[in-house]
Structure formats: C-alpha cells, structure tokens
Nanobody, 115 residues
Framework: QVKLVQSGGGSVQAGGSLTLSCAPS????????TEWYRQAPGKQRELVAT???????TYIDAVKGRFTASRGSNKNTLLLQMNSLKSGDTAVCYC?????????WGQGTQVTVCA
C-alpha cells in the first residue's frame, strides 16, 4: 500500500524546473522530518534533501542552491522545488516522511532532464 502520494515529476529541458509534492494518503499525518531521495539509472539511491517540522533544511552539495524543500499550505504536504535542472538530476525521486515512531515512503516519481 502507498503511504505517501507523490506527484510533480515529468520531463523537462536542462535548465528547467519541476516541483515535487509528497502528501499523506488517508489520515492527515504530522511529520517531524522528511527526507528526499533520488535513484539515477545505474546508481544507488541517494539522499538529496531533508526538512524538519521547524522548516530547517539540509541539502547535499550537488543540489545546494538549486533545490528547495518546503512545506505546503497543508503542513503535512511536502514540496521539493528543483531549479536549474541538469541531466545528472534524472532519477526516480522518493520522499520518506517520519513520525516519532515510524516512517512512510512515497511511491516514487520519475524526473527526466533532457539536453
């Protein structure tokens, strides 16, 4: 079963932007931390960003200055704005949202950056 519903993936030209969404399915849940991962073709799954319920964020160097994690108007909806996309950003992207005693995975969404 899908724990989190993801949307916003797609195909864009290099230099373009996409915003991913990660939202609870069913009950509205409160998360204290969300992690964003991506898995590029032939590569291991990679953590790219985190956001706490305080709004504090972290990013890996490869996306710093280009990606922004935030919370939507519904604070349990998580957003990842991705700007200045590069071919190296092509990946299946996943969110993982944590409660105090457990976590939930999104189903993943494809991001394809075309040169």
């Amino acid at each position: 079963q899908v724990k989190l519903v993801q949307s916003g993936g797609g195909s864009v030209q290099a230099g373009g932007s996409l915003t991913l969404s990660c939202a609870p399915s069913g009950n509205v849940l409160t998360f204290y931390r969300t992690e964003w991962y991506r898995q590029a073709p032939g590569k291991q799954r990679e953590l790219v960003a985190t956001i706490e319920n305080t709004g504090a964020t972290t990013y890996i160097d490869a996306v710093k200055g280009r990606f922004t994690a935030s919370r939507g108007s519904n604070k349990n909806t998580l957003l990842l704005q991705m700007n200045s996309l590069k071919s190296g950003d092509t990946a299946v992207c996943y969110c993982k949202a944590f409660k105090v005693r457990g976590y939930y995975w999104g189903q993943g969404t494809q991001v394809t950056v075309c040169a």
